[in-house]
């Protein structure tokens, strides 16, 4: 039997990888066994609950009326002709994306131990399978918040979709990168560090406070411009801030802001997408 020439493999696993190896032809190849972990995210979550999906609903829900009581009623924070309701279940919508793809990415490589150790498939599926799976969790929440829209609408609030929200995709597709950026660099960290992994629910509750979703951000400028330089600096803030403008009308659209916050977010996935695949060669020793 005649050898094989290298040229007829389709492919060849090999420990010696380019500093950025991002195959979108070994992806789409493999693009069966992504669904199948989009499916497996989405079915296992709330397996065996029993509320379910439902769940979905209850989380966002919930934190919007706390935020509503504490920080509109009780720290009388306004929001100006937008229900603080209705103020807080979008910015807590759009944050819940973004802290779901973090969160669950960060941990792709512990939670995935043993099928990575057994079967060889780009290991940057998982983490693409998180972000998939969760646009459909982004997207029952979002279904919620419509719901909420019309309802105070057509009771006479002053709210308004503005042209921009064509844009709206584009913000969400930053949420996710930089989700999935952050997540790759806490998750290659994590197969060395195992005390990252304690830090990072308490890193993002954190986070939400300096990301202007429970307030707007002019209002951090006003009351403590001494401090307001935190917030200005996180990409979040802005994301944020201008999915609120796109669907209640409320705030403005830094452009300066959006740029920056383009900038930061593919720096970070580049990053993570190195840091990524270099420890996918060794975490196996680690782990």
Not at 57 to 84: C, D, M, R, S, W
Request: proline share 3%.
């Amino acid at each position: 039997m005649s050898k094989l020439n290298e040229e007829s493999w389709l492919y060849t696993i090999s420990s010696k990888k380019k500093l950025i190896d991002f195959n979108f032809k070994e992806i789409w190849h493999y693009r069966d066994l992504l669904v199948l972990f989009v499916k497996r995210d989405v079915v296992t979550l709330y397996k065996q609950t029993i509320l379910g999906p439902l769940w979905y609903l209850i989380q966002p829900l919930f934190t919007a009326l706390t935020f509503t009581l504490i920080f509109n009623k009780v720290a009388n924070i306004e929001t100006g002709t937008v229900p603080p309701f209705l103020f807080n279940l979008a910015g807590i919508s759009i944050w819940n994306y973004f802290s779901t793809c973090l969160t669950t990415t960060s941990d792709t490589f512990k939670s995935n131990e043993a099928i990575f150790g057994k079967v060889y498939f780009p290991r940057i599926i998982v983490p693409l399978s998180i972000i998939i799976s969760n646009l459909l969790k982004f997207g029952i929440q979002l279904l919620i918040f419509i719901a909420f829209y019309i309802y105070y609408y057509t009771n006479g609030a002053a709210i308004a979709v503005e042209s921009s929200l064509v844009f709206f995709p584009f913000i969400v597709l930053l949420m996710g990168f930089l989700g999935l950026g952050i997540g790759m660099i806490i998750s290659s960290l994590v197969t060395k560090y195992r005390d990252l992994k304690f830090l990072v629910s308490f890193g993002v509750q954190l986070l939400m406070y300096v990301s202007a979703v429970m307030y707007p951000l002019a209002l951090m400028r006003d009351k403590l411009p001494n401090i307001a330089w935190v917030v200005e600096y996180n990409p979040l803030a802005y994301i944020i801030e201008t999915a609120r403008f796109m669907l209640l009308g409320t705030g403005t659209i830094n452009g300066f802001g959006i740029a920056y916050t383009v900038i930061i977010t593919f720096l970070i996935l580049f990053f993570g997408i190195i840091i990524f695949n270099r420890t996918e060669k060794t975490f196996i020793d680690t782990v």
